[in-house]
Each structure stands twice: as C-alpha cells, then as structure tokens.
C-alpha cells in the first residue's frame, strides 16, 4: 500500500504528557497537511509543509503544538503537556496539486 | 469568515432512493470544491471535485456534484443509494491561495437501509 500512514493509530495518554505522532505521506508529494477532527464534526486545519517549509499554521495550533518535516518527507506533530481537550483523531494528508490524501488518522485520548 | 455547511447532518433513506446532500460555501474569491467520503472503519476517501470547466462533475461509485457559482452551492447526488454507501459525507473547499488547506463542512451521517 503507497498510501498515507500515520503512527501510530491509537494514542492513549494522562493528561500533563508529551505526545509524538508521525505521518508518512504519499512518496514525491511535496505538501503534507496535518488535521484534527472531533466527534461530530468535520476535519479542521492545523498546518501545512511544503517540502521541509511549514509555510501555515491554524490559530487552532497552540504554543503546545508543534509540527516537522525536517527533510521534506515524514512528518511528526508532538503536543505537550497535554490537556482532555486535545483528545481527537489527527489527520494527515498529503499532497501534489491541489487534491489531498488523507490517511487514517492517529486517535488520540487524553485521561 | 470562509465557511461551509452542510444542510443535513444525519439522513436516513432506502435503498434505491435518490440522494441530494447540501452543501453551501461563503467566500468570494476562485474556490476549489471538494466531496469526500468515510466509510466505517475507513479514512477519507475523495468522491469528487470540481476546479473548473463543467459544473456537473461526475465521481466514484455513481455519485455527482453540481457547482452552481450563483448559489455558492455544491450539492452531491446520486440516483440511487445501496448499502454500502452507509457512511459520512464531507463537503471541503480550498483556498487556491492558502497553500491549498481545505475547509470541511460538520458531515452528514447517511444511513442506507435494506
């Protein structure tokens, strides 16, 4: 499968925490976009890359958040100190030209 | 604002009824439109999308959208519903001058009884 992946698919941590989560986008797409969805609603922008440039962030995307893509390919997006609030599906997605592709998103749960 | 919405949120039909889901958008400027699909236990799946050219575009598994610019809508439609088109639709749109970041309306939840 050459799809998006993300790592890893369940996230489960105490409130107060670190937590890292990569996505390996679709191989040569040079835009690489990160999402978070709540129960009931739909996917909401966080940030985006292009190639190793984060070229956008969300007003979603707190000083807790913070998001790589050092060489252009993977992505990691690491929350800290984290809150209940933050408990959600992250979605990555990835992209050529103006159509993305999304991958199964990490979920996570803040206790 | 931008903003998208998505008129119904939870739909129950039939199979072999007809499908029009709403979805209206604000912003003035040159918009890509978007139809994606989840199904259960599944991620995203892009059903269509409109750039230019023809308003009615033509996606996956019989399904199609007509952008009407004056109403700032983008409606998704099909024939006839089966089954397995149980699943949440989400209408996006993009701004061609924002890196491309899509705008997702709240989903509609579609169940398709036998």
């Known amino acids: 499968d050459t799809g998006v992946s993300q790592n890893p698919r369940h996230k489960i941590t105490k409130r107060g925490q670190n937590v890292t989560f990569r996505c390996d986008p679709i191989?040569?797409?040079?835009?690489l976009y990160w999402y978070r969805q709540t129960l009931g609603q739909g996917p909401e922008f966080l940030t985006y890359f292009q190639n190793e440039a984060q070229l956008e962030k969300s007003r979603l995307l707190s000083d807790r958040f913070s998001a790589e893509r050092p060489k252009g390919s993977f992505s990691t997006l690491e929350i800290q100190r984290t809150e209940q609030g933050d408990s959600a599906m992250y979605l990555c997605?990835?992209?050529?030209?103006?159509?993305?592709?999304f991958g199964p998103g990490t979920r996570l749960l803040v206790l | 604002a931008q903003s998208v919405s998505q008129h119904n949120h939870h739909v129950i039909l039939s199979e072999a009824a007809s499908l029009e889901l709403g979805c209206n958008y604000s912003y003035g400027g040159t918009v890509n439109l978007f139809w994606y699909v989840q199904y259960p236990g599944q991620h995203l799946q892009l059903l269509l999308k409109y750039f230019s050219g023809d308003p009615l575009v033509k996606g996956i598994k019989g399904f199609e959208a007509e952008f009407i610019k004056s109403k700032f809508s983008f409606n998704l439609r099909k024939p006839s519903v089966q089954w397995s088109d149980t699943a949440e639709y989400f209408c996006?749109?993009?701004?061609?001058?924002?890196?491309?970041?899509?705008?997702f309306g709240k989903g509609t939840s579609l169940l398709v009884t036998p």
């Open positions: 996006a749109v993009d701004l061609a001058d924002s890196g491309y970041a899509l705008n």
């Open positions: 997605a990835s992209s050529l030209l103006e159509t993305q592709y």
């Open positions: 191989s040569e797409h040079n835009r």
